[in-house]
């Protein structure tokens, strides 16, 4: 049986999400709410489903099931927490609020409600990211020391982009720094217990930056990520018996690879690539799959607990306030 999908927003990020439900083998669309009826129909016209002018009548439609939250990052929790009253399914973009203790109401909304929910980091659902999980496990290269993962594009700073404003959650460490946290914790196993950040903030925001993160077996983690300077945007992961490379690890489009190098032995070569469509596909049925046990393993509730308390840190060291 297909998952009944709604999407929250009708953005550019709903395009990328609705290009994987087509791609999916399990999601469909069938509502798309935004607060331009005439987008909303518009959108719905080239994805499928129906269009409406506002957020709450997708909560309202009874056939949707589940719903994908890409609004701007302050309304998170608000329409988390609406979706969660209203009985569907959550999956929510990055990052999940503003700060943990938003998160932390959030997530008793929806618990209360008993209802699925994963914050939408769709690199941890894809086959690339799958695999490196399963070499770490191995121990393909011993014990991991070190980490190093950057997240940054050259954007423009002009006011119509929400991610250029304070007030709503903007700048560089709560968008695609979010995934450099995201990627350290999730090969560290445990949470930093030493945050240190320094960070551009002369528009009142965070347009780029780098720290470290200090964990308690002894890894540190190396992240950088901003809006206003292109990186080289990728990843390594380093350990006692050799390293792993991953050239591209937040979207492995074609062409990406990654890499691994043992001390003293062949290099092995990955080629784990995805569309765009795929890409949000397997995160679309990462939901589905795990939809009876309410999260995915992938991306925990705790793991986002933790990636927002993370987040917290790393706002207090270089001061950067909302």
Not at 129 to 141: D, F, N, Q, W
Not at 174 to 180: E, K, L, N, P, Q
Not at 267 to 291: K, N, P, Q
Request: hydrophobic content about 40%.
């Amino acid at each position: 049986m297909p998952l009944n999908w709604g999407i929250i927003t009708a953005g550019r990020i709903s395009g990328a999400f609705a290009s994987g439900l087509q791609a999916s083998k399990t999601g469909r669309l069938v509502a798309t709410g935004a607060r331009d009826l005439d987008r909303a129909e518009a959108f719905a016209a080239q994805w499928g489903g129906r269009g409406y002018g506002s957020y709450q009548a997708v909560l309202d439609d009874p056939e949707v099931e589940a719903v994908y939250i890409a609004t701007p990052h302050h309304l998170h929790a608000e329409w988390t927490i609406a979706a969660a009253r209203a009985g569907k399914a959550v999956l929510c973009e990055k990052p999940f609020t503003l700060d943990a203790a938003e998160a932390e109401a959030a997530i008793a909304a929806l618990r209360e409600a008993g209802v699925f929910f994963m914050e939408a980091f769709m690199y941890r659902c894809s086959p690339q990211t799958r695999k490196l999980a399963s070499l770490l496990s191995e121990g393909a290269i011993g014990t991991v020391r070190a980490v190093t993962a950057e997240f940054s594009y050259g954007s423009n700073p002009d006011a119509g982009n929400f991610r250029n404003e304070p007030t709503q959650g903007g700048g560089g460490i709560m968008d695609v720094g979010t995934y450099c946290v995201s990627f350290a914790r999730m090969v560290a196993g445990e949470e930093p217990n030493r945050v240190e950040y320094v960070a551009n903030l002369d528009r009142g925001y965070d347009s780029y930056g780098a720290g470290m993160l200090g964990f308690p077996g002894g890894m540190v983690a190396t992240i950088a990520s901003g809006m206003h300077l292109p990186m080289r945007n990728d990843a390594t992961v380093y350990g006692d018996d050799g390293f792993i490379h991953v050239q591209d690890p937040w979207k492995s489009p074609p062409g990406t690879l990654m890499t691994l190098h043992r001390h003293g032995g062949d290099v092995e070569t990955f080629s784990l690539e995805c569309t765009t469509a795929e890409l949000y596909a397997h995160e679309a049925d990462a939901v589905a799959s795990f939809l009876a046990d309410g999260e995915c393993p992938y991306m925990s509730i705790e793991d986002t607990l933790g990636n927002m308390r993370c987040l917290d840190a790393i706002r207090a060291s270089c001061g950067l306030e909302f």
